[in-house]
């Protein structure tokens, strides 16, 4: 590098320090006893690979722990990418449509990865550590519900059986009581919420609340559908928004579903999830209808949702 490339560099280090009322000496000085990185400070490994905590001697149980430590990592990076689009003022279509495909490839990694669930435990190792499970249940992912929340109008995850008595007028704290997902978190003998919903509003209901307000104006469909009119029939564009909608909702839930019948259903145990949920009826897309952007679809298309990947 000549001198005037050095010369410019060092003119942008003191604006950039300038601009914060810093001393560019200070800093500069620094680097001289600040050691050079290396990969495993880089990502934390050390910490990373110190997360795993079994609660029995079972070998497999750290891979169930292993696999749904990988899927919130992958939650948190469809978040970042929500995250940037929905606060982007005014999206450019392309952008829009990076950013989708971004979040879609990221739930296909999460789709085809049921494999591992399903094949790659041994069915009595998992009937015999699941039992130290309960209550808990992968219901409990606060970071799929934030992906909810701001991907779709509040309508489209109400429970199917109460959307003509919701609107966008309606408080959220009643809304949130007639979420999808609140009748799989009830006892269906007894009609209370059970323990494991209780302990997850407990943690998170406050900032459910908080998270439907954010984004109740700003949600993907929100932001879709304040582009130009045009723009909105990109055929690209579209596509990347059904891609989306059917990979979160139909593939990703079905791998989901047949991952968890193999193991409920083996004979080794009682049937029922470990948090007591009516487990089917919350997971099966034909029971739940949970469809992020109806208006994407045909009329044939939302009347037999889910219903082949149901079979």
């Known amino acids: 590098m000549n001198s005037i490339a050095h010369k410019e560099i060092l003119e942008q280090i003191e604006q950039k320090f300038q601009a914060i009322n810093q001393k560019t000496d200070t800093h500069l000085e620094g680097l001289l006893w600040a050691k050079p990185i290396t990969y495993w400070d880089y990502i934390q490994t050390d910490a990373l690979l110190n997360l795993q905590t079994q609660r029995t001697t079972l070998p497999d149980e750290m891979v169930f722990i292993m696999y749904h430590q990988v899927n919130e990592l992958l939650f948190k990076m469809i978040l970042w990418e929500i995250e940037q689009l929905c606060q982007t003022e005014q999206p450019e279509t392309d952008y829009f449509t990076e950013k989708l495909m971004r979040i879609s490839r990221y739930f296909d990694m999460l789709t085809t990865s049921f494999t591992i669930m399903k094949e790659g435990m041994d069915v009595e190792q998992y009937m015999k550590f699941r039992n130290t499970l309960t209550p808990a249940s992968g219901f409990q992912s606060a970071q799929y519900r934030f ?107 079905m791998g989901h579903y047949h991952a968890a019948k193999k193991y409920i259903e083996s004979g080794h145990g009682t049937g029922e999830a470990t948090g007591g949920s009516d487990w089917k009826k919350y997971m099966l897309p034909k029971y739940q209808r949970r469809i992020f952007f109806p208006e994407l679809w045909s009329a044939e298309e939302l009347a037999t949702w889910g219903e082949k990947e149901s079979i």
């Open 147 to 253: 992906i909810e929340f701001s991907s779709t109008d509040l309508i489209n995850l109400i429970d199917y059986r109460f959307r003509a008595t919701i609107d966008r007028n309606t408080p959220y704290e009643h809304a949130f009581e007639h979420l999808y997902w609140q009748a799989a978190g009830k006892d269906y003998q007894t009609g209370g919420k059970s323990f494991l919903i209780l302990e997850f509003e407990r943690k998170y209901k406050k900032e459910f609340l908080r998270f439907m307000e954010e984004y109740n104006t700003t949600n993907l469909w929100r932001k879709f559908k304040q582009l130009p009119e045009n723009d909105q029939k990109n055929e690209a564009l579209v596509n990347a928004m059904r891609h989306y909608d059917y990979t979160v909702n139909i593939t990703w839930v």
